[in-house]
């Protein structure tokens, strides 16, 4: 059964940069036809999608994120990892990564984390 | 990007009463909304995928329908445990890929 941990700091000052790992067990990130994403959810509101990594390398962002978002994938430790530069309170949210193959949904994901932008 | 909007936003019914909510997108998505069930400190759950398919192991009292900009997600016979917020998403245009603001289902 595919699982995914999220991990890194609860607390960001702002302006700083915000960087979380997703570590994935019961399958490999490099296995074809995978997508790795990562959505968030500030406290009691909805769900936005933040961007994917293909197992090819590709990645794809939200445009109203993107100039401060990099996904990337470190095949070796079988984790991906999200970065979101210059961090306001607006960024404070549980922050989800999920699996998702193409022309699928967002199938697996894992328990999320919260992160908060605070001095 | 692809708006969705989903009405109502809270349904307050008692077991065994059937829930309908319903997901508008601002344009054309085909068939390619998925309805997710997330449940208080958890991760959202699929429960729906290409408008009509139950995912695995997802309740047959859980069902959708819908094309084009108008979809739907019946719950015939309220159970205790699906107490929740139910989102609408698309993926007929990507990036971004968008969900609806949330319905949320209570059970008197």
């Known amino acids: 059964q595919l699982q995914l941990q999220e991990s890194g700091p609860g607390l960001v000052k702002p302006s700083e940069t915000l960087s979380l790992t997703c570590t994935v067990s019961?399958?490999?990130?490099?296995?074809?036809?995978?997508?790795w994403d990562w959505i968030r959810q500030p406290p009691g509101k909805g769900l936005e999608w933040i961007g994917t990594?293909?197992?090819?390398?590709?990645?794809y962002y939200n445009p109203s994120l993107k100039s401060r978002v990099t996904i990337s994938a470190d095949t070796s430790k079988n984790q991906f990892s999200l970065k979101l530069t210059s961090v306001t309170a607006a960024d404070t949210a549980v922050y989800y990564c999920?699996?998702?193959?193409?022309?699928?949904?967002?199938?697996?994901w894992g328990q999320g984390t919260l992160v908060t932008v605070s001095s | 990007e692809i708006v969705l909007t989903q009405s109502p936003a809270t349904l307050s019914l008692s077991p065994g009463e059937r829930a309908t909510v319903s997901c508008r997108a601002s344009?054309?998505?085909?068939?390619?909304v998925a309805w997710y069930q997330q449940k208080f400190g958890q991760a959202p759950r699929l429960l729906i995928y290409?408008?009509?398919n139950r995912a695995t192991g997802v309740p047959a009292r859980f069902s959708g329908s819908g094309s084009g900009t108008d979809f739907t997600l019946i719950i015939s016979s309220l159970e205790p445990e699906d107490s929740g917020v139910y989102y609408c998403?698309?993926?007929?245009?990507?990036?971004?890929?968008?969900f609806g603001p949330g319905t949320k289902v209570d059970i008197k």
């Open positions: 999920a699996r998702r193959r193409p022309a699928e949904y967002f199938q697996y």
């Open positions: 019961g399958g490999s990130i490099s296995s074809s036809s995978n997508y």
């Open positions: 990594t293909y197992y090819s390398g590709s990645t």
């Open positions: 344009q054309s998505v085909g068939s390619y």
């Open positions: 290409d408008a009509s």
């Open positions: 998403q698309q993926r007929s245009s990507w990036p971004p890929f968008t």
